[in-house]
């Protein structure tokens, strides 16, 4: 009697507070339930949600783009790999090295993934703009820095041209190279990618290059043209090319995959041959590293020639140049090439200073006439066979220079009308009209420098003041 009346007065306390305690209480006092089970329905009723713009992951991993963070992945699969053979043993610790090593290089290839300008062509890229510009400020140091006193200054006649030339290339590179011919405008030259003019007064050295948003030009080079501005604008659009897809730093990523690549072959050779010793997976690994620093400087970089050499010559079209002296000019390369090769296997060679002296004269006999562009030309046989995937790998960093101008040849219809249609819109470039007289051209391969400047400076200086 006691524990039934305490039991029904502890019911009616728990009741009045909405308290269920027990299922059969729950089930005999639903009237008392649909307050609590409608709560409890609502905390989990979806309702609509705050829609928080996420990052696309493509510009998260641009924002990633470094090279600290590639070393920082490529470190942690190369510590996963090492502590592999260890881990043989315990299966779990195992595959997590496996995952950790397998994430870190899908994420390096991942990171680095891009899309070049002009082509899109798909192509690894792990350093940003910063970057590029510290490596290529670098690079030029190490150039100019033995020549600085040799360097002409800004005011130079030869300077000047060679300012103007690069301005009216780098006007028509704003735009893709597939984009139609429009009008120039000022808005357009002002913005335009700027560059540091560098003309080196070296007749020793057979040169042009472009380090980031720096040109340097040898005086040899422009003597070899003839100062001719379409054969020099090729050239330079040729550098400027370069620059505008990034070259350098894609020639720098893919040897930096293919060191990632080595790690791991070197981390799978060391589980698997560590029973045989030290020294045949070092001469393994030692093999595989000659083999890809060779790919990084000759197999990968003569596509990049190419296109620099396609792109630029549809951007000195575009910029009012003629692209037939495209063909001239890799036609008088090749004459060269062909004469110092000729020279070099006859004459006693002993000294650098001896094929500097052969490479200025042949230079100096070039210069004094210009070449045709052949109705055909003879390509050395280098595909095929283990020979021609030997070459393919291992031969020079550069396309020969008759197969250069084998592919321009191929290019040289669609240049032409990109060059025509912009003579009807904006004319020929600035830089052309700017041409050496015969007279000139005889004082240069007479060797008389200074006549030929001070032409060069009254022209200029005469165009400048009908602009």
């Known amino acids: 009697m006691f524990r039934i009346t305490i039991a029904a007065a502890r019911r009616k306390t728990l009741l009045k507070t909405h308290i269920v305690p027990t299922r059969a209480t729950f089930i005999h006092t ?44 490529t470190a942690s699969a190369k510590v996963s790999l090492t502590l592999l053979p260890l881990a043989k043993g315990r299966p779990h610790l195992y595959k997590r090295l496996l995952l950790i090593t397998g994430g870190a290089l899908t994420f390096v290839l991942a990171l680095g993934v891009d899309h070049a300008p002009n082509t899109d ?19 030029l140091n190490e150039v100019i820095g033995p020549m600085r006193s040799l360097v002409l200054l800004p005011d130079h006649p030869t300077t000047l041209w060679i300012k103007q030339v690069v301005e009216d290339i780098s006007v028509a590179a704003i735009d893709d190279v597939r984009d139609p011919i429009r009008a120039f405008t000022p ?105 890809t620093s060779l790919g990084q400087g000759t197999a990968y970089n003569r596509p990049l020639e190419r296109e620099a050499d396609l792109i630029g010559l549809k951007i000195m079209a575009k910029a009012g140049y003629d692209p037939t002296k495209a063909v001239l000019m890799w036609e008088r390369m090749a004459s060269l090439e062909e004469g110092l090769v000729a020279r070099i296997q006859t004459e006693e060679v002993r000294t650098v200073e001896v094929i500097g002296r052969i490479i200025t004269e042949e230079v100096e006999k070039l210069s004094r ?34 197969q250069r101008v084998a ?22 470039a600035k830089g052309a009209e700017v041409a050496l007289t015969k007279m000139d051209l005889q004082a240069i391969a007479d060797g008389v420098g200074v006549l030929t400047m001070r032409e060069l400076a009254a022209k200029v200086t005469a165009k400048q003041k009908i602009n």
């Not at 829609?51 to 920082?72: D, E, H, W």
């Not at 350093?127 to 590029?132: A, D, G, K």
């Not at 700027?194 to 948003?213: E, F, Q």
Request: aromatic share 12%.
């Open 121 to 139: 062509r798909w192509r690894l890229i792990y350093h940003n703009v910063t970057e590029e510009k510290e490596v290529m400020d670098q690079a």
């Open 369 to 402: 006439g210009g070449a045709e562009i052949p109705e055909k030309v003879e390509e050395p046989d280098q595909t095929g066979g283990l020979v021609g995937s030997m070459y393919a790998w291992f031969g020079s960093s550069h396309p020969p220079s008759r």
């Open 187 to 291: 808005e357009g030259a002002a913005a335009a990618k700027k560059y540091n003019i560098y003309v080196v007064d070296d007749h020793s050295t057979l040169n042009a290059a472009c380090a980031g948003d720096n040109i340097l030009v040898y005086c040899l080079l422009l003597k070899l043209f003839s100062y001719d501005p379409d054969m020099i604008a090729f050239t330079l659009a040729h550098e400027i090319s370069h620059s505008i897809q990034q070259h350098s730093m894609e020639s720098l990523s893919f040897g930096e995959t293919l060191t990632t690549a080595e790690a791991a072959v070197r981390g799978l050779i060391w589980t698997v041959l560590r029973s045989f010793g030290p020294f045949l997976t070092q001469a393994i690994t030692d093999g595989w590293s000659a083999f």
């Open 407 to 428: 592919y321009l040849r191929e290019n040289l219809e669609e240049a032409i009308k990109v060059y025509e249609e912009t003579l009807k819109f904006n004319g020929r």
């Open 30 to 73: 639903s009237n008392f339930t649909s307050a609590p089970t409608a709560n409890l329905r609502r905390a989990f009723h979806t309702s609509n949600p705050n829609r928080v713009p996420l990052l696309p992951i493509s510009v998260f991993l641009t924002f990633l783009k470094t090279g600290k963070v590639l070393q920082l992945f």
